[in-house]
């Protein structure tokens, strides 16, 4: 089972700043090959909390493949669920929750930083997993089961964030992981999927170092709710949401186009003449 490397393309780069605010009109730019309008509405959605904030994490991620990707990603936990994603996704979420109606500076968090890099949030509580996602114009979730990962102890220390850490090392979906984890922070959760140590992991790299989650900062943790948008979720298999995003992948000036043409809430106007970029050198994390 494959998985794109923490794509969410941004496939809703240039659509991601209308993310959560209709009864205005949204014009684009031409950033995928043409002109669009979009009704939307201005109105904040509402969220359910699941859990309140006990620890908070900020991470480092690179991907150092053919092309270099870098972001700060949040890890939320609270006693029974975490949540982790993009720091720039949650700050765009509490400034619209806030003043919907602050569209330039909602749209700066939402638009700045790569282009590859704005999937939205993963949710995990044991060994349950809950993806969800802006896919162009529809609000994608999936669920799943996590499979257990088999960490073996090693000698390793390393000093992170002022925490003594010690190493272990494990295989999940098709890849190696080699983790940090702290043992005074007792809790078995960590970055991503990871998880299933007697401390919170605060480093995790793969075997060919193109991927790696490196702590910068813990807390200030602030009691904040770890918060569920109650979007209508279209729900999908992982297996599905995946073939989407190969679909993306390898041909997209057909299959984003026509992902958007089955909303009703926008009308676009191909550009000929644009050059769609190559997204073929982008790397999965998941490999089965």
Aim: proline residues 6%; hydrophobic residues 35%.
């Amino acid at each position: 089972m494959k998985r794109i490397v923490y794509l969410i393309i941004c496939l809703c780069l240039s659509y991601s700043a209308l993310c959560q605010i209709p009864n205005r009109i949204y014009h684009s730019n031409s950033d995928y090959g043409f002109e669009g309008i979009l009704w939307g509405d201005s109105e904040p959605v509402p969220a359910d909390s699941l859990d309140s904030e006990l620890t908070r994490v900020y991470y480092d991620y690179t991907f150092n493949g053919k092309k270099e990707i870098s972001g700060v990603w949040l890890l939320q936990v609270g006693s029974t669920t975490t949540r982790f994603l993009p720091e720039r996704k949650y700050k765009a979420d509490s400034i619209q929750r806030s003043s919907p109606k602050m569209v330039s500076l909602f749209s700066s968090y939402c638009e700045g930083g790569d282009l590859f890099h704005f999937f939205d949030s993963y949710y995990v509580s044991k060994n349950d997993c809950c993806f969800i996602c802006r896919f162009a114009l529809d609000d994608i979730m999936y669920e799943e089961t996590l499979p257990a990962i088999s960490w073996e102890l090693q000698d390793s220390v390393a000093n992170i964030c002022g925490h003594l850490c010690k190493s272990a090392t494990g295989t999940f979906r098709g890849r190696t992981y080699y983790v940090f984890y702290a043992e005074d922070i007792p809790v078995s959760a960590g970055p991503w999927k990871l998880s299933g140590l007697p401390g919170l992991i605060l480093h995790a790299d793969v075997d060919d170092g193109k991927f790696t989650f490196h702590a910068r900062q813990l807390g200030p943790a602030t009691g904040a709710p770890i918060l569920w948008t109650k979007y209508p979720y279209m729900k999908v298999s992982r297996k599905q949401y995946e073939k989407m995003l190969d679909q993306m992948q390898q041909n997209f000036p057909v299959a984003y186009p026509t992902h958007l043409s089955r909303n009703s809430r926008i009308s676009f106007t191909p550009n000929p003449s644009y050059a769609y970029p190559d997204m073929t050198w982008i790397e999965r994390i998941e490999t089965e």
